[in-house]
Each structure stands twice: as C-alpha cells, then as structure tokens.
T-cell receptor
Framework: TQLLEQSPQFLSIQEGENLTVYCNSSSVFSSLQWYRQEPGEGPVLLVTVVTGGEVKKLKRLTFQFGDARKDSSLHITAAQPGDTGLYLCAGGPGGFKTIFGAGTRLFVKA | DVKVTQSSRYLVKRTGEKVFLECVQDMDHENMFWYRQDPGLGLRLIYFSYDVKMKEKGDIPEGYSVSREKKERFSLILESASTNQTSMYLC?????????????FGPGTRLTVT
C-alpha cells in the first residue's frame, strides 16, 4: 500500500518566521500535488510537481520534488496569518486513485 | 476558474433516512470523486467516476452508492444513513487520466446523522 507521510503534523509559529513541511513515501509517484485547506472549506490545489528535482515557486511558497520522486517539501518564507490552514500533499503512481497525506496543520500567529 | 459546487454546506438527517448529496462542476472534467474527511483519518475515497454512467469503488464504498447521469453532475447516495456516516463530504473533479490527481474540490457538505 502506498502511503504519504507528512511532518510535522502540527506547527504553530509567529508571523515572519520561515518553515518547511515534508511529505515522504517509500514509493515512486508520477506526480505530487500540494493543497491548502482552510477550516470548513474544501482543499485548494496549490501546485503540481512532476519531474524529479523540480522546484516551483508560488509567491512566498517554494515546492520541491525529490530527485527520486518519493518525497517533496514545501517551504514558506516570512509566514503570514493568511497562510494558516491544513497543508496536504497528494499523488499517485498513475491512474485515477489519488493518495493523500494526513496533512500538516499550520497556525501563524500575528 | 474551475468551480465545483455542492448542494448543501450543512445537513442534518436522522438514522435510516436516505440522503442525497449533489455535486456539479462547470469545467467539463471527465473525472469526479467523492471523499469523506474525518479527524485523524484524513481524506478517504468513497467512489469515483471517469465517465458518464461509469463508477468505480474507492476505499470505503460500503453504505454508499453513486450516480453519474450527466458529465457535470455526480451524486452520492446514503441508502440508509447511520451515525457513523457523520462526516465532512467532499466532491472533486479532474481533467483527463494523466492529470487525474490535480483535483478541484467543492466547499464540502458537513453531514450530521442523529
């Protein structure tokens, strides 16, 4: 069974701090997605990474796909309260079924 | 922008009732999904559909059925609601097989079964 393990599970930081969250698997994924979910809402797709070693930037968010396509990281620079939410990584070996990690719950204090 | 809408944000039903959750997407996506999300258990796939009238079981299909009569609409049916089906239900859609994992979610329906 393919699993995606996210760490840390919970993170509480002050506004302006930097942080990194991780998404790891023992399996190879054809692509990996990152989502952000705010309380009471559905997840919103942030980015897809496909190529091993790929780095994508979305304003203050930097996403990296591991060289072996088994892991990924999300780095946030100068976190703001608006970054608060549940960050989910997801992916699949191909086909329709997507595997979701359990998520990292981020709280940024003003 | 892709828009996925769900028929209700909040729903309260009694044990044994038949419950219909509707999902509509406006981007002509081939694939549609139903998940439930519970604290500590994450997102779990109930059913998905890759074409009209086609459906596939996900990881937890027991107690649920689905219907996809039109491309834009995917319905989840709880034949006889039970308290252990109290959960947040999320519908999603995606385009084509090779981008199936790039999913666009609706706002969710928080269902309480009493």
């Amino acid at each position: 069974t393919q699993l995606l393990e996210q760490s840390p599970q919970f993170l509480s930081i002050q506004e302006g701090e930097n942080l990194t969250v991780y998404c790891n698997s023992s399996s190879v994924f054809s692509s990996l997605q990152w989502y952000r979910q705010e309380p009471g809402e559905g997840p919103v797709l942030l980015v897809t990474v496909v190529t091993g070693g790929e780095v994508k930037k979305l304003k203050r968010l930097t996403f990296q796909f591991g060289d072996a396509r088994k892991d990924s990281s999300l780095h946030i620079t100068a976190a703001q309260p608006g970054d608060t939410g549940l960050y989910l990584c997801a992916g699949g070996p191909g086909g329709f079924k997507t595997i979701f990690g359990a998520g990292t719950r981020l709280f940024v204090k003003a | 922008d892709v828009k996925v809408t769900q028929s209700s944000r909040y729903l309260v039903k009694r044990t044994g009732e038949k419950v219909f959750l509707e999902c509509v997407q406006d981007m002509d996506h081939e694939n549609m999904f139903w998940y439930r999300q519970d604290p500590g258990l994450g997102l779990r796939l109930i059913y998905f559909s890759y074409d009209v009238k086609m459906k596939e079981k996900g990881d937890i299909p027991e107690g649920y059925s689905v219907s996809r009569e039109k491309k834009e609409r995917f319905s989840l049916i709880l034949e006889s609601a039970s308290t252990n089906q109290t959960s947040m239900y999320l519908c999603a859609s995606s385009h084509l097989r090779d981008r199936a994992h790039e999913q666009y979610f609706g706002p969710g329906t928080r269902l309480t079964v009493t």
